[in-house]
């Protein structure tokens, strides 16, 4: 790997590395499995030292004095507000007016601490946080894998009208129980520390000893290898979400994410093709899940819904939101219809982004 000299000290590459014009060639392991490692962690003391001593030889030319605007992106949005995103992923909505005065430098103290907070304009009280963020949101760029999904069955009990996987009832090709071990002996290949091993479908629950098998095996892995092992699957919480699997799947501390489209109509037209009634079963689940979790612990339960948005969303977004509320539901992932499987073809659902905007950012703009 290549690691520029103006940044990494010949003492830190420790005999381990060899000029190559401005960068030094150093070996990605050598031999002892701390050599990476090693590094990141001078890197990051580095990155502290940058921050708290300003004769240290490491400060990048030409730092500005704080406050400071961050380098920033900005698109003017179809509803006449632009968005302003910067590189850690944090985000503000600006008025025209807003806009303006953002880039005339003319920000009244409102203003200013909106951009603050989304780390738009740079401060000595949000610097480190923002170096934090980048530092989390890019550490796979010092790691191996770290989300490892098995696709143990495309075969599913519905038809959703968007499935990018274009899963069917008549779906075959289910993973064995040995294919699955096999699976996940490969992710623990990776030279992170922790990983992430996902089950999807399909609805991977009707592929059950699939899903056990993998589990069953990484946490023998996780003993021998002293890596550590999350797990988490995606289901539609119907028919094949039974208590001994759900039980189990408490037990084995899987973090269970269903699929539910927010209210009855808006649901049952996005995925109860061929399933009467679907809403009315994913809310039975909810129930005995909640009963189960109960019967286990102590704890909050914890309802983790995943809703694809469709034109019918855009449309509805107090609806939407009020449905997951009245379920107890605080945390939801919100993910677009993907152009993949009956997703392509599913115009009827799908949306333009200038439809978002105006739909579904306007009522979230302060």
């Known amino acids: 790997m290549r690691l520029s000299r103006r940044i990494y000290p010949g003492s830190i590459v420790d005999g381990t590395g060899e000029p190559d014009g401005p960068n030094w060639l150093v070996a990605e392991d050598d031999g002892t499995g701390t050599h990476r490692p090693r590094l990141n962690d001078w890197l990051s003391h580095a990155a502290e030292g940058i921050l708290t001593d300003s004769s240290c030889d490491l400060r990048p030319r030409g730092v500005p004095t704080l406050p400071a605007l961050n380098f920033y992106r900005a698109v003017e949005l179809a509803n006449g507000f632009h968005f302003v995103s910067v590189e850690s992923g944090d985000w503000a909505f ?41 530092r989390h949101r890019y550490r796979f760029l010092s790691e191996g894998p770290t989300l490892h999904i098995l696709v143990v069955t495309p075969r599913c009990n519905l038809t959703c009208v968007y499935c990018q996987a274009s899963s069917a009832p008549s779906r075959h090709g289910a993973m064995s129980e040995d294919l699955a071990r096999k699976a996940v002996e490969r992710a623990f290949e990776t030279s992170a520390s922790s990983l992430v091993i996902e089950f999807q479908g ?6 059950f000893p699939a899903v056990r098998a993998a589990i069953e095996h990484a ?12 797990f988490s699957l995606v289901s539609n919480f119907t028919e094949p979400a039974t208590e001994d699997k759900l039980g189990y799947l408490i037990d084995a501390n899987v973090s269970v994410c269903f699929s539910l489209d927010g209210p009855e109509d808006v649901h049952d037209a996005n995925r109860g093709q061929g399933h009467a009634a679907c809403h009315q079963a994913v809310l039975r689940t909810i129930g005995m899940f909640r009963r189960i979790w109960a019967s ?14 469709t034109r019918a969303s855009l449309e509805s977004a107090d609806r939407m939101v009020q449905a997951y509320l009245a379920q107890g539901i605080d945390r939801i992932a919100i993910r677009p219809v993907t152009r993949l499987g009956r997703g392509r073809k599913a ?16 009522p979230c703009v302060p």
């Open 94 to 134: 600006l008025d025209r007016g807003e806009f303006d005065s953002l880039r005339a430098g003319t920000m009244d103290c409102q203003l200013r601490r909106r951009l603050e907070n989304a780390h738009v304009l740079l401060t000595s009280e949000n610097i480190r946080e923002y170096i934090n963020r980048l």
């Open 202 to 207: 399909g609805e991977p629950l009707l592929n």
């Open 296 to 309: 286990r612990s102590q704890a909050p339960v914890e309802l983790r819904a995943m809703m694809t948005t």
């Open 219 to 230: 946490k023998l892995l996780e003993r021998e290898t002293g890596k550590r092992v999350q």
């Open 347 to 362: 115009a009827a659902v799908s949306y333009s982004a200038a439809e978002s905007s105006m739909r579904w950012l306007r």
